[in-house]
């Protein structure tokens, strides 16, 4: 007996070991990626993207260690937690080499202190001459269009800049809405008696680190109280899920793709909830009219999703030289597929409490292979999910989206490519995954 105790000692402290070194293994590229960012000039990041594909390699590692043995003491949960932490500090002061969208945040804010509708007018409209500076205004992207954000998004623009009207103002108070999802997530894995040091999954992984707290992507906060609603729900507190899930569309609206699987039928608390939680987050914008809409219509168009070349199906059917639709065609039949999946996660049989594991993943992934989103920072968002339920094949399109940093890779007429190395992987990853399970599953019925 006491040499067993002994053995499992010795072999807790061996992967202990390993996941402290995995994470300075991490954290040591960290100083060296924030250092090429300050050397891009203009958007080529490629020296930035290489060191992110090999940061993702190291953190893939970290995954492996997590799933492989049992934690049975705290020690891993602060480690995880820790190095996340660092890696975020690490990247706060990153310039805005991988995005601008940041500037727009501040100056939405700015336009609404001065008690101006930040949809009535575009950012380089004369009566809005007075509120410029040579910090935030020059470097607003699309100052001839409407901004494209949400309420919900609108009114965190505004609370962060009556602290600051700065970026570091607007990177912290992402990073604390980054810790709030490492909680939140910390918090459902307890809950369904899995191992809370999956929390590395997401925690670790470099899409959060750089777009979270080096960008500064508002989706952090869309993300955070998806991952509350997810709690809520699971706590059967559905009216407060609805309005949490309503907050987090009104940021942004991914959290959408998941709603089906945290509804359950025929219970109208939660969607109810949601539509009045809408509802009360447009009001104060509502005096503009549809204009309320902002630059939605515009970046689709922008983005080629009219014409269908801003989805990757329809350009490879296209390369291939066989027939494809236009982009509201293939639009319709998207959501169509989507739609089915919905309701196949929505009405068959599920647990009376809590959220089936695989039901989310599978909407997110039908989502982001046939949407197929043209930045890094859009693939975070399925992250919190696949702690729960790990699919390695959407794992790999996250880490693999680190292409969308590299020059040649910029720009709609190279989706294409990176379509290739994102989607054309997928499958392969998919299929061996697929043939890893039916072989486990062939073992467990001849056992």
Request: hydrophobic share 55%; with cysteine.
């Amino acid at each position: 007996m006491d040499v067993a105790v002994g053995s499992d000692a010795s072999t807790h402290r061996r992967a202990l070991i390993a996941l402290v070194a995995v994470g300075l293994g991490l954290l040591c590229l960290s100083p060296i990626m924030l250092h090429c960012l300050f050397l891009v000039p203009g958007d080529a990041c490629d020296d930035f993207a290489w060191f992110a594909f090999v940061q993702g390699g190291i953190y893939a590692v970290g995954v492996w260690l997590i799933l492989r043995h049992t934690w049975r003491r705290r020690a891993a949960l602060l480690v995880i937690l820790a190095v996340a932490v660092v890696a975020r500090l690490v990247a706060l002061p990153a310039p805005t080499a991988l995005s601008t969208d940041i500037y727009r945040y501040v100056w939405d804010g700015r336009v609404q202190a001065s008690g101006i509708n930040p949809y009535r007018y575009i950012a380089n409209d004369d009566k809005l001459a007075g509120l410029r500076d040579d910090a935030i205004y020059p470097n607003v992207n699309r100052p001839e269009a409407p901004t494209i954000y949400p309420p919900v998004a609108q009114m965190l623009f505004l609370a962060i800049t009556r602290v600051s009207e700065t970026l570091t103002a607007m990177k912290v108070a992402m990073l604390g809405f980054d810790i709030v999802t490492m909680l939140a997530i910390i918090a459902f894995l307890r809950r369904e008696g899995a191992a809370p040091e999956r929390v590395l999954i997401y925690a670790w992984h470099p899409l959060p680190i750089w777009e979270f707290s080096g960008a500064g992507h508002v989706d952090s906060a869309a993300i955070a109280l998806m991952c509350v609603a997810f709690l809520l729900t699971m706590t059967n507190r559905r009216s407060l899920a609805g309005v949490a899930l309503a907050l987090s569309a009104l940021i942004k609206p991914f959290a959408l793709v998941i709603s089906p699987a945290l509804w359950r039928p025929w219970d109208w608390r939660m969607p109810l909830a949601f539509v009045a939680a809408a509802v009360a987050c447009y009001l104060p914008y509502l005096g503009v009219g549809a204009k309320v809409f902002g630059y939605a219509e515009g970046y689709g168009d922008e983005e080629g999703y009219r014409d269908g070349r801003g989805f990757f199906p329809v350009q490879l059917l296209q390369s291939l030289g066989l027939p494809f639709p236009g982009g509201v065609s293939y639009a319709l039949a998207a959501l169509a597929v989507l739609a089915a999946l919905a309701a196949l996660v929505a009405f068959r049989p599920r647990p009376k409490s809590g959220v089936e594991t695989a039901a989310p993943v599978l909407l997110a992934t039908g989502f982001t292979v046939l949407i197929s989103p043209h930045y890094a920072w859009y693939f975070a968002w399925v992250l919190p999910f696949l702690c729960r339920f790990l699919y390695v094949p959407l794992l790999y399109v996250t880490l693999a989206s680190s292409v969308f940093y590299l020059s040649e890779i910029i720009g709609a007429h190279a989706y294409y490519r990176a379509g290739i190395v994102l989607y054309g992987g997928f499958v392969i990853v998919a299929a061996i995954d697929l043939l890893i399970r039916w072989s486990q599953s062939s073992v467990r019925r001849t056992a």
